[in-house]
């Protein structure tokens, strides 16, 4: 079945170093991928998405890359602040309409 | 802009009893649907709720049931709770049309069962 593996925390970094946070997928079709947030204390938020390969998906700073021939998807972000201490799921789904399949989850903190 | 709102926010119950969560979708969303969220995981899919009927279900057992009323708004049950019932749970909402649109989570509620 299809399922997402991500590297495992917490990640802690300082201030402006640069963000790496490995996913990987398994899939039987060709699914879109996402990167969620979780703030604490609040609900998941879209980060970015990429619906086929090849496709960057972008958004505040961060960056990631469907990678179909490595079936990956890393998060990347060229310099951390303080306000990026999150946890952050990598994700598969086919469409709106099916359920998203997450990561495990990968906690972020940044010191300052 | 109401985003999706979800009630409560905690909730402590004991082994046995029977839970009522509720969720209101995002205005001009009629897709709910919903997730759990252990403690230090991902989210696990639940069900999702289409005009008010169930149209997916994740692997969870019969326990755990769903209601969707005419306004979009939806009930999560969960009967006969066990310890490992405790979590997160996660109302998301979207809107039917419109491909790949992202799902709208609400903060949750955080459901303890001793």
């Known amino acids: 079945g299809d399922s997402v593996t991500q590297m495992e925390g917490p990640v802690t970094l300082s201030e402006e170093a640069f963000l790496t946070i490995n996913c990987t997928y398994t899939?039987?079709?060709?699914?879109?991928l996402f990167w969620y947030v979780q703030y604490p204390g609040e609900g998941l938020q879209l980060l970015l998405k990429?619906?086929?390969?090849?496709d960057k998906g972008s958004n505040k700073g961060f960056e990631a890359t469907y990678r179909k021939e490595t079936t990956s998807f890393h998060l990347e972000k060229g310099s951390v602040q303080v306000s990026d201490s999150a946890v952050y799921f990598c994700?598969?789904?086919?469409?709106?309409?099916?359920?998203?399949?997450f990561g495990s989850g990968t906690r972020l903190s940044i010191r300052p | 802009d109401a985003g999706v709102t979800q009630s409560p926010t905690h909730l402590i119950k004991t082994r046995g009893q029977q839970v009522t969560l509720r969720c209101s979708p995002k205005?001009?969303?009629?897709?709910v649907s919903w997730y759990q969220q252990a403690l230090g995981q991902g989210p696990q899919f639940i069900f999702q709720?289409?005009?008010?009927?169930?149209?997916q279900r994740g692997n969870f057992p019969d326990r755990f049931s769903g209601h969707q009323f005419p306004n979009y708004s939806s009930e999560l049950n969960v009967n006969a709770l066990l310890l490992g019932d405790s979590a997160l749970y996660l109302c998301?909402?979207?809107?039917?049309?419109?491909?790949?649109?992202?799902?709208?989570f609400g903060n949750g509620t955080r459901l303890t069962v001793t």
């Open positions: 990429a619906t086929k390969a090849d």
């Open positions: 998301a909402s979207s809107p039917e049309t419109g491909e790949n649109s992202p799902l709208h």
């Open positions: 899939a039987t079709g060709y699914p879109s």
């Open positions: 205005s001009g969303h009629d897709t």
């Open positions: 709720y289409y005009e008010e009927e169930e149209r």
């Open positions: 994700a598969l789904s086919y469409s709106s309409a099916s359920k998203i399949i």
